[in-house]
């Protein structure tokens, strides 16, 4: 199996709301990705998880929080986004962080922030 | 901050070779060079990565210079499936991939 799943596909919320973006791999990778990715614009880069640490936060907004529960799953927790996060996020995993290490991503959830 | 330049877009004719280029002029090095697609609505697809020789794998070929300033993807076969935007990255640190621009291929049947 060398898919990463990610719930929901698509997402619209409002700018008070709670939700969470779920992300799966079973391929026993310990490194895993979250990305950011505007229109017609390359993803960005938002954090990295190695062995369920958090490794690396690209100076992202508190409104998102990370969370690594086991070495296959991966949230991203949300609260009070604005409308220009609306985006499509994606999750990526690696057998480790480093050079050489191809990784896998998921399809995206797509977050609509109204 | 480390970047790679591509060209917007490219387009070829199926059946034929595409050669996609990069610059990474800047490069260092322990830096690897990966490559990914990503096809409409899906996430990025890895296809090949290298640091100084030439790599060949199932899906294309990556040719780098001997100054490792600039690098090469090179699909021999161009196939209708192949159309997507193609990203060159450098990789940062031992974890960061950052993605440049990328090059948007179309294929022309």
């Known amino acids: 199996d060398t898919e990463v799943t990610q719930t929901p596909k698509h997402l619209v919320m409002g700018m008070t709301n709670k939700k969470s973006l779920k992300c799966e791999q079973h391929m026993g990778h310990r490194a895993m990705y979250w990305y950011k990715q505007k229109a017609k614009k390359p993803p960005e880069l938002m954090f990295v998880?190695?062995?369920?640490?958090?490794?690396i936060n690209e100076s992202v907004p508190s409104r998102f929080s990370p969370e690594c529960p086991n070495s296959s799953l991966l949230n991203l927790h949300l609260h009070a986004l604005q409308p220009e996060d609306s985006a499509l996020y994606l999750c990526?995993?690696?057998?480790?962080?480093?050079?050489?290490?191809?990784?896998?991503f998921g399809p995206g959830t797509r977050l609509t922030v109204t | 901050d480390a970047k790679t330049t591509q060209p917007n877009s490219m387009e070829s004719n199926e059946e034929e070779p595409v050669h996609l280029p990069c610059n990474h002029s800047t490069i260092s090095g322990t830096d690897y060079i990966h490559w990914y697609r990503q096809l409409p609505s899906q996430g990025p697809e890895y296809v090949i990565h290298?640091?100084?020789s030439n790599v060949n794998n199932r899906m294309a070929s990556l040719a780098i210079a001997e100054d490792r300033k600039s690098s090469t993807l090179i699909l021999h076969r161009a196939t209708l499936r192949d159309a997507a935007v193609y990203y060159c990255?450098?990789?940062?640190?031992?974890?960061?991939?950052?993605f440049g621009q990328g090059t948007r291929l179309t294929i022309n049947p």
């Open positions: 998880y190695s062995y369920e640490k958090l490794s």
């Open positions: 290298g640091l100084t």
């Open positions: 990255i450098r990789i940062q640190g031992a974890q960061k991939l950052v």
């Open positions: 990526a995993s690696s057998p480790r962080t480093g050079f050489s290490y191809e990784q896998y």
